[in-house]
């Protein structure tokens, strides 16, 4: 992992379309960059159709005079290899390079994204024109990054193409080795699907049921390979020329289709781009989500921000506006989480195409305005936080996110359509950030040990292998809670042998005979401690060989049955949560999962969120107020946003933020 | 109709895939079939690719191996030709016998079902490979009937295929004669639609607006018509070689594009796939309806259950979970209404594939469970059954089910969405069941002398001739009752001169002068003897020429007009419903409607069904108890179950069954 | 404009199909068209393929045959060109003349409306058979005018051809110039959209994110001319040997794919066709706007409504019966609003085909019915109504309406999906009808100067010129109010320079910094006169530069801003209204516009309408009483219909029509 290769402290800008207006306003534009604070933009995202006018003919004659202009007014480049959107002639000379749909569609041009990642013409185009980009700014001081691509796999991750079809056949051949292994990997026995020949093997295109799960799980994997290939021969092209780290942009919050855990491992430097969820009242919660994976994925790293928006985006189906101050707000919630630069898309609104109602750092209401004041402010807010760059997250606990799990999990034809991985993720983690608990996400491959808490919301899918991992976690001493429907199948979506649950069976003390799903508007109870539970969605019928059961089902289609179960194993103890209660429910039983882990949860006010980060000589207390209430929460030491001292009381405004040196 | 061709009493038994399994799974599999009570398995149905591993080379050794492993203990064999699903090397041998859609996109593989019906290779394929099954299996002991294909019509039945296209032209030169007789029959005039040569007659490919309703109407009868064909062809195949009886699974409660009365003039012996509804709280009645369905296209005869399942299903959106006791009630219900075999999907739950979600006789959880709990002890009961076999149910009272008349009433531009011809089914019948009235389900073409009642609840498409019998039908004494939207139309779509109903006037003194469909969420109400209805979705405009009026609209649009009426004709009596009560709403209706009919419903506690079965030498009633509560029921004789003899009351508790040898 | 050509007074009679009927049915037809007092029907609409039997071969002599014999009878003939629906011989020889959808797919043959209108071989066969009628006919006394194809735009308007692809290079090569022009209106800098060659300019065809807004309101624009280049097409080769006027049937109602202004530019004679929303209760304001649309587009010259429907209609979800008496009321409202013909679709229900269940003047039910009887009565009541022809509509203010506007503000990625553009349309409108004032429509570049009051309730799309316009009509003493999100994009639907509103600010003394959309089902509020206004949807921050602030929001995202502002600029005075009231929270702001422009609302009852007709010696005024109450109106002069005098009061009771003539 590269440390952060601007100069100066936090990073601040946004991604910058300079192509989209006239040079006059491009002076303008620095002007205004240097007023807010501005020290890097991303630059070049969008440009191939005017840097690669035909094909091999390059005009960099603009591009050099954007860049040397930001250069000369001290604002650092993020350059963009603008390969997530081919031109027109692309698509003219290689039709055959367009992504094609499960019907047979290929995609057609005046959006963007529409190319195929498998298409050898593509490949070849993409890197030549990132090597070329490399060749002319390796040595551009302005230069510190490399942004490949943009969002990969948004709009378009999936390709039934014909070189996607000759490429998965490789790829199922390096993963299965022969024509055995994939039958017996596919199980396809079942409904005749048994292939004798890797030239019969094709694309999932659309048919008539339900396609095999296991062809698909494996098209998820692939899909997702084929998108990282795609990054990996760009970042070779600019190797070969450049030494700048490189970064892409991933998306968290809004795509599940990339393991992130796998493409961290390609990246220089982690970035993320973050748009809150409009309908969500609450987004903030989503955020640090987005964010706490982001920088788990990383390793803990810090991370840059590399896209937000200062107020409503576009896309969704109500854009709704910040309102003051939540800009703020989520960008210290992204710097508490790690970020070490808070970027936005985009700097200037622009006037046409599909994205002009996005908001931007100067909005088309221009400089008089709301938001072009608080981006000032932000900007001031950060230069004061340059101490922070480079201090570490501090958490206390882990929950488990395996991508191809949630692909495993979304397949068709599964107990109930009101299963959802994510929906269990969100429930666990918005009760551990109410009870200000700072959590990772954590690969169940990956060492735990350190962790006194792991939570499982969502482990449909969970190998041999990893199983016993987390039994040999409990044993030696850490505290484990599994939510419903995991440890069902194995890597090739085959249910385990010996009943649902059962590799797990050692930590908990408890397997599945039988899902017991409920239908629609259904609701049951549990009692717990006294209390009776309401729960909904899902009950399963435990048989008990060795937990307490701590929940006992009162209503639905369990009564009678265990719901809630606890076991001492080794030094450990297995929590298991057989049904659906929301975060609220979930308190009952976290009070006693945190007793059992030696967490003591923070009793902030509601809507306040409080994150550590660690630096080498001091700790920062990241503090944001999402309420409309002064709150006072404990802190000592100086808060660096105003340079006031802070005595064991910091007094936080309705919708205020704070950063303290402790 | 060939009586069932197994030793020995109710068969019992499922369908089963050892081609997932290793050989040691065979072995415990045949034990514990035997500890089941398991007589008769499902073999082969989807193993296509396993026997001809290519096109011509066939290897029956495993196949060999079981069907002696099965036959060694005792298991007889139902052995499927595995035509629903032809492996991977067929279509890549083929790919014009893919199925198309009605955008024109290729079925792709990797679920099951893909082929076109009309394609000469797929015809071909399939009854080479039935011939080379029958051939070999012929004379083998275990080997008691054929299961061809499987569930005709489900994942596809339309095809769009060119194939499809040719096949379809020879079908209506054969239908309509000439090119004259399809321009009437469609009413071609309208829109332009005239055809001047064969030629140029399409598939009902996708069109800008609403596609001729004649051509779709024989669009429906085509797709039938060719799947038939297929089973003929596959059925000749094997007469060419073999003499057991042969089959195919229904799909009665889930497919309505087999018209189920034809089909079951092909078949030596009817069986039917029955899955719950698992929305439905009351899926019990829907499972009647299905089984009497069964049982009447069969023409009475006894039937086999081919699938339903032990606990829940996989495919529908939640997955409900059988309650304890309820296969049992569900077994017995459909043997009560005829079945004389009662078989699931399937033997072992697989491990992989799309269907591993679906319960089995052997779960996941294995033989400790309460499912296998469950399938143990049903298979001891139904041993004891062996003496019903071949009894026949005991009916008062016939509903038509036409399903060119569904098929009609199912295309576009009605005069309500909110039309529906198997909501109306469904509601009377609901009402008949409750009133413990058994049933058969007729056609409308066939002689009802026999039924002192006949409910026609959603008739939309009646001939001239069919009108003419249910007249004579009426006048001879019989009691009819007809729904709204019925005789609207003849064989071709065409309105019935004179205004909707006039064919039926004869019987009912009434004909429709308008439709008065009702706004969305619109309420009415019906006045009848005192007690004030309320109804919805639909009214009518009534001329009433010669009917007693007995319920008056005091709500909605047809406020002051005639409702509900009855006609005294010849020696019988015709009612008339114009709108829609729901079952319990009907009530007030069919008291009347009884009493014109002589039939005296029986006074059973509610949720509790009962049906009796006619032996040579006694008459059984099977008696199920869907309710919680412990109930009493008139019955005199020995319950077969237990042992007991019943005393004048029958004693059911809740959840309870019995089989009483009256 | 042509003054009507029939002879007589008010036209009425409807679609004539004799081609679906055998003789004998055509002699009734024409004495009831008689006894109903029928005077013009519209011939040959869906003949094509019974008058051109194959390509290039007539056949004329069964529609000499219903020409002659409906002159005969003194029923004049509006003479239809069948090319809405070319013949299945037509698409068998010109496969490549079927229009494509997005997802490339050809429309297949059954329905109707399927050639693509940039077809060389459709524009061919078109103006061949239009030219062959007009020479066969040109001189046919019966024949009083011409009416080309039918609802143009509807069921395809959007064609994703190759010939539509050529056609629209070309017609962009009209509109932009050159290539510069292109991406400098589209914006191609954004996404890397720009086109260095126009042979890699295409459709816009199904593509994996939303396409540029510039491209797809250019589409709008292109489809809306190809349509009407292929009306101009026909009516060129008519004029070749005809001289009757020309119409075509708009939808003024149901599709907004056609420019109605420009249309009616080509026309001779505006008309319509007209159906009511069944779901609406009030669907009577709506046919009160396509209404006064219609007559807007012609100029506020008479007009012909082509076809309405005697009772329910066949293709919407709920297709509800008209009530009694509600025909007429339909019918007068549209006379009153400027229709000199009252027509049907159609005269004889059809007993096969996709549209049998569409009410008719002589329905399936026969001449002994409430709708024939209706009918009947109808052409009575239109017969004493002679006198009225060619009168015009007086009015009292405008409503901009702007299909440019509309198409674009439709597109996607707008800030809320919650806006609509006929929403706040209707409001408005809805609003004024309720006050019983009378509107015209009107382009924003249009003169607006006799209007003393101009509402545009969603100009999305305002180019600087129609804001200068608006301007200068508010300084010059007009009053103007204007709906959120207006003023928005200019042509090209790019967002104006200076912030949203701004090219209004100086007749509104507002502009708008941020637009506040609302989450769904959330409600604000404003304070408006002391008077607490709910309102949803939208809110906007507005920069209050000169108007008074007359509601202020005091709940949403807006709270504490201005919500409702009025400016005096010059001599008149312009509103603004930031947010969603509903037609009755709209009373308390137009309560006030009204006072500006010196309009005095009617105070009529609830559920009356009351329009004026000016004739050259006399005014009618058109009373129609929507309620079910009688009701007295102010009114003195003659009542046509029954020949009384009204004398200060009018009466009508429920359901009530009259004409009085003043």
Redo the contacts between chains.
């Keep these: 992992m590269t440390s952060m290769p601007w100069p100066g402290g936090i990073a601040y800008g946004g991604d910058y ?1 300079p ?2 207006w006239p040079r006059h306003v491009w002076r303008e534009d620095v002007a205004l960059m240097r007023e807010a604070g501005v020290n890097l933009v991303s630059v070049g995202i ?5 840097i690669e ?2 094909e091999g003919v390059f005009d960099f004659a603009w591009l050099d005079e954007i860049i040397d202009l930001l250069h000369t007014n001290g604002i650092s480049v993020d350059l963009g290899t ?1 390969t997530a ?5 692309f ?2 000379t290689y039709p055959e390079a367009r ?1 094609v ?5 290929p ?8 190319a195929s990642h498998s298409s050898p013409a593509y490949r070849a185009a993409a890197t030549r024109i990132a090597g070329e980009l490399a060749r002319r700014y390796a040595d551009h001081p302005a230069v510190v990054m490399w942004h490949i691509h943009n969002e990969y796999g948004v ?2 991750g999936e390709d039934f193409s014909d070189a996607s079809k000759l490429a998965w056949r490789e790829w199922l051949q390096a993963r299965h080795g022969d024509l055995d292994g994939l039958n017996a990997a ?12 890797w ?17 698909l799980l494996d098209w998820a994997r692939f899909t997702d390979h084929q998108l990282r290939e795609c990054f990996i021969a760009e970042r070779t092209a600019i190797r070969e020329h450049a030494t700048q780290p490189v970064t892409t942009n991933f998306m968290a919050n809004q795509h599940g289709g990339c393991d992130l855990w796998a493409w961290a491992r390609e990246v220089d430097i982690v970035s993320d781009d973050h748009y809150l969820w ?2 969500d ?1 609450e987004a903030e919660i989503g955020l640090a989500i987005a964010a706490d994976l982001t920088r788990s994925v990383g390793g803990g790293n810090p991370w840059i921000l590399m896209e937000h928006s200062t ?2 985006v ?2 969704q ?5 910040k ?1 003051p101050g939540e800009m703020a707000r989520n960008s210290l919630s992204h710097l508490g989480r790690g970020a070490d630069g808070i970027l936005f898309f985009q700097w200037r ?9 996005h908001s931007a750092m100067l ?4 400089t008089e ?3 072009f004041r608080e981006v000032v402010d932000l900007g001031a807010k950060l230069g004061r936080l340059a101490e922070v760059r480079g201090s570490r997250v501090v958490s206390q606990a882990a929950i488990l996110w395996d991508y191809e799990s949630h692909w495993a999990q979304g397949l ?7 299963l959802g991985a994510l929906e269990r993720t969100r429930a666990y983690y918005e009760r551990l950030w109410r009870d200000g608990i700072t959590i990772d996400f954590a690969h169940p491959d990956q060492d735990l040990s350190a962790y006194p808490l792991v939570i499982a919301p969502a482990q449909y899918l969970l190998t041999l292998e990893q199983a016993a991992k987390l039994n040999a976690y409990v044993e030696a001493g850490g505290t484990l809670v599994v939510s419903y429907f995991s440890a069902v199948v194995d890597e ?4 385990h ?4 649950l059962r590799p797990l069976e050692p930590a908990l003390g408890v397997w ?9 508007h259904a609701v049951g109870a549990v009692e717990l401690d006294g209390y009776q539970l309401n729960v909904d969605v899902w009950q399963e ?1 435990l ?1 008990v060989t060795g937990a307490d059961i701590v929940g006992t089902y009162t209503a639905g ?1 369990g009564r009678g049955l265990a719901a809630v179960t606890r076991n001492a194993h080794g030094s450990g103890t297995g929590w298991y949560v057989s049904t659906r209660p929301d975060a609220e429910g979930l308190r009952a039983v976290m009070q006693r999962v945190y007793a059992d882990a030696g967490i003591v949860p923070l009793d902030l006010p509601r809507g306040v969120e409080a994150v550590t980060r660690r630096g080498e000589s001091a700790d920062y207390l990241v503090a944001i107020n999402h309420s409309e209430a002064t709150v006072e929460i404990p802190a000592e030491g100086t808060d660096l946003l105003t340079g006031d001292a802070v005595a064991g009381l910091l007094t936080l405004p309705g919708g205020g933020v704070a950063v303290v040196r402790v």
Tied chains: 1, 2, 3.
Excluded at 46 to 50: D, E, I, M, T
Aim: proline share 10%; net charge negative.
């Design positions: 379309n192509e989209q969008f440009s191939w159709a005017l006018t035909s603008p959107s081919p031109p027109a002639w698509f003219a992504a749909n499960a019907d047979g569609v995609m057609g041009f005046g959006a963007r994204g529409m709009p378009v596919w199980g396809t026995a079942f409904w005749s699907q048994h292939y004798g020949s030239e019969h093997v094709g694309v999932p295109a659309t048919a008539p049921s339900v396609i095999n799960p296991g062809m409009a309908a009242e107020s409503a576009n896309w189906p109500r854009n709704i506006a309102r609104a622009g006037r046409s195409g599909a994205e002009k109602f909005p088309h209401a221009g305005s709301r938001v068709e034809w599964r107990p109930s359509e009101d090739n979506d085959r249910v042998e010996g009943g649902f599945v005979e039988e899902h017991l799903p409920m239908r629609e019928h048989v289609p």
